[in-house]
């Protein structure tokens, strides 16, 4: 009999290994990261003082930033998994 251990993530996809689950959720991280940084950039340097308009945009997109620190629990808990696979093999 062989142990066959997989890795769900909090989206609900099942990788097969921690490296699989690890790159999908750097991925989820960056696809929702890197669109808010432009956008807030965008708004603090192209449009004038932006310190308002940035203020709106974040509060507009809480749910998205609530996506991050999700994703960055679950990175953490990957990290900690990788970490313990490490010790006992």
Known sequence: MK??????TYDGVI???VKEARKH?????????????HRIC????????GVLKV??????????F???RIIKEDMKLVEDLDDLQEITS
């Open 3 to 8: 142990n066959i251990q997989m890795i769900a």
């Open 15 to 17: 990788h097969p290994n």
């Open 66 to 68: 609530e996506k991050l």
């Open 55 to 64: 203020s709106e945009y974040i509060d507009a997109h809480l749910e998205e």
């Open 25 to 37: 959720l750097e991925k989820q991280y960056g696809d929702i990261l890197l669109p808010l940084t």
């Open 42 to 49: 965008d708004l603090m340097y192209r449009s004038g003082p």
